[in-house]
């Protein structure tokens, strides 16, 4: 196995963990903003429609969305470690 790979498997893996929680929480962070906007906006219009990027946010489903997230960065950071170890065995047997 090829070390680098493994490396970069887990920094990649940690790189998306970290946009996911930052994705998810932002759109916590918009939810109470986009509701009232959504409802300032139909009682202006008096179309209950919404579009698909007014949606109402599901608080619910961005906490778990960043539960995954913290989970996945923490599989990645043992994916680097053991990487790391692995390193520091073929340096320890080479020398």
Known sequence: MDVRSAFNSGFAGFQDASA???NASSRIAHAGTAEKSMADDQQASGSPSLSAER???SITTEVINMKIAELQAKAS???ISTANDMVGTLIDTSV
Do not use: C, R, T
């Open 20 to 22: 996911q929680l930052s």
């Open 55 to 57: 949606a109402p946010i």
């Open 77 to 79: 950071v043992k994916v």
